[in-house]
């Protein structure tokens, strides 16, 4: 059993930077890939940036040159920093741990991000 918090949600003006945490009690987390998505309102939830349990790193095209995604596995945390932040980015924010194809699938409760024009 994993439990996920997000935490670094806000408001920030366009061009700002924000650092999203994803915190997880449970054992052994560095077994699990982790993933962050996210939900604009009327809009299905979608794959943000993901760090695969080896380390290995894949980013929605929209973010790719703005966002890093990066963890630490001996303070059980998972890093989002974005940069360059636009209105389009407005959404919550959700971490996901996952292993074994999803057989065991995990979701924090979100955390808001909102840029400002």
């Known amino acids: 059993q994993v439990e996920l918090v997000e935490s670094g949600g806000g408001l920030v003006q366009e061009g700002g930077s924000l650092r999203l945490s994803c915190a997880a009690s449970?054992?052994?987390?560095?077994?699990?890939?982790v993933g962050w998505y996210r939900q604009a309102p009327g809009k299905q939830r979608d794959l943000v940036a993901l760090?695969?349990?080896?380390?290995?790193?894949r980013y929605a095209d929209s973010v790719k040159g703005r966002f890093t995604i990066s963890r630490d596995n001996a303070k059980n945390t998972v890093l989002l920093q974005m940069n360059i932040l636009k209105p389009e980015d407005t959404a919550v924010y959700y971490c996901?741990?996952?292993?074994?194809?999803?057989?065991?699938?995990?979701w924090g409760q979100g955390t808001q991000v909102t840029v400002s024009s």
């Open positions: 996901n741990a996952n292993r074994l194809a999803r057989v065991y699938n995990y």
């Open positions: 449970g054992s052994r987390f560095s077994i699990y890939d």
């Open positions: 760090i695969s349990s080896s380390g290995s790193t």
